[in-house]
């Protein structure tokens, strides 16, 4: 018989298996901000982990998960109901993060039933293989020109790094926080991360980290506006494949590309889904508690 109860920190370690990877290490660290577990077991074995995160205003349903075989019996709704009974009376509304894969739309159906409403499509997100990545004619999609200079993220010289940095400082470039590359260094990548380098000017980069055992997160992927047009991306994009090939560490990757970057979102959709595992989009979810 399944039971459901919540869980202290130190007893979710035991369900680590059943949410994303990033989370596992967590669980075994120091919290950083409020947080309420629940778990569910049948005949001693964890069938199901629930983990909600608890900042001011509203709450974060930061991971749900049920195993396959417990599937459409009422046990995700009924661990949604427990996060949703701890965190609910006590913040104005809940909000989670989900991406959305044309081919699996499970997810958020379920969500949408129990109460949730999808609120902003944030970001196209792919997932490919290397092997399907060496398929494509990434030479017939954009060249680099020539004097471009592709060398390793950790490889930039100070000068183009601190022209960067002051343009973005006083407002001379404005970026979309999801590409703007120095906030994302430090845990990247250092075998695969690349940057694009004309003129002695840093216009491009792809900022990568590890996801999981099998795959490598494109974190931020960008090239300068004046670039976009013209596929300067491309040649980055290939560079980090062949990186990746030659590392031998993750078989796929998958990357992101923000909606309210139209050029390179349409190009995701148009050109590279043919040779995706899936695609899909980065969605919001909420769920006003006021009522």
Same mark, same amino acid.
């Given at each position: 018989?399944?039971?459901?109860?919540?869980?202290?920190?130190?007893?979710?370690?035991?369900?680590?298996?059943?949410?994303?990877?990033?989370?596992?290490?967590?669980?075994?660290?120091?919290?950083?901000?409020?947080?309420? +577990?629940?778990?569910?077991?049948?005949?001693?074995?964890?069938?199901?982990?629930? /983990?909600?995160?608890?900042?001011?205003?509203?709450?974060e349903?930061?991971?749900? +998960?049920?195993?396959?075989?417990? %599937?459409?019996?009422?046990?995700?709704?009924?661990?949604?109901?427990? /996060?949703?009974?701890?965190?609910? @009376?006590?913040?104005?509304?809940?909000?989670?993060?989900?991406?959305?894969?044309?081919?699996?739309?499970?997810?958020?159906?379920?969500?949408?039933?129990?109460? *949730?409403?999808?609120?902003?499509?944030?970001?196209?997100?792919? %997932?490919?293989?290397?092997?399907?990545?060496?398929?494509?004619? *990434?030479?017939?999609?954009?060249?680099?020109?020539?004097?471009? !200079?592709?060398?390793? *993220?950790?490889?930039?010289?100070?000068? =183009?790094?601190? %022209?960067?940095?002051?343009?973005?400082?006083?407002?001379?470039?404005?970026?979309?926080?999801?590409?703007?590359?120095?906030?994302?260094?430090? &845990?990247?990548?250092?075998?695969?991360?690349?940057?694009?380098?004309?003129?002695?000017?840093?216009?491009? *980069?792809? /900022?990568?980290?590890?996801? $999981?055992?099998?795959?490598?997160?494109?974190?931020?992927s +960008?090239?300068? =506006?004046?670039?976009? !047009?013209?596929?300067?991306?491309? @040649?980055?994009?290939?560079?980090?494949?062949e990186?990746?090939?030659?590392?031998?560490?993750?078989?796929?990757?998958?990357? &992101?590309?923000?909606m309210?970057? =139209?050029?390179m979102?349409?190009?995701?959709?148009?050109?590279?889904?043919?040779?995706? $595992?899936?695609?899909? +989009?980065?969605?919001?979810?909420?769920?006003?508690? !006021?009522?």
């Amino acid at each position: 018989m399944v039971s459901i109860r919540p869980l202290s920190q130190a007893e979710a370690q035991a369900y680590a298996p059943l949410t994303f990877p990033a989370y596992r290490a967590a669980l075994a660290r120091p919290a950083e901000r409020p947080a309420v +577990y629940v778990g569910a077991m049948d005949e001693g074995e964890p069938v199901a982990f629930a /983990i909600g995160g608890a900042p001011d205003g509203g709450f974060e349903l930061v991971s749900l +998960y049920v195993s396959p075989l417990h %599937r459409r019996h009422g046990l995700g709704g009924a661990m949604l109901a427990a /996060i949703e009974n701890a965190l609910g @009376p006590t913040h104005r509304y809940g909000a989670h993060f989900l991406t959305v894969r044309e081919d699996q739309p499970g997810p958020a159906l379920f969500l949408v039933r129990h109460g *949730w409403r999808q609120g902003a499509v944030r970001q196209v997100v792919c %997932r490919m293989s290397i092997e399907a990545a060496h398929r494509i004619p *990434w030479r017939g999609l954009g060249r680099a020109r020539t004097g471009d !200079t592709m060398l390793a *993220w950790d490889d930039v010289p100070a000068g =183009p790094r601190d %022209r960067l940095k002051a343009a973005l400082e006083s407002g001379a470039l404005a970026l979309h926080d999801t590409v703007e590359p120095f906030q994302y260094e430090g &845990t990247h990548d250092r075998a695969t991360s690349v940057a694009l380098l004309r003129g002695g000017d840093l216009v491009g *980069w792809v /900022i990568t980290h590890p996801l $999981d055992a099998d795959t490598l997160r494109w974190t931020c992927s +960008y090239v300068l =506006p004046g670039l976009q !047009t013209a596929g300067r991306v491309i @040649p980055l994009w290939w560079s980090v494949v062949e990186r990746q090939t030659a590392a031998a560490r993750h078989a796929g990757f998958i990357w &992101t590309v923000p909606m309210d970057l =139209p050029r390179m979102a349409a190009f995701a959709r148009e050109r590279l889904r043919p040779h995706a $595992d899936w695609l899909g +989009y980065a969605c919001t979810f909420v769920k006003d508690f !006021t009522r």
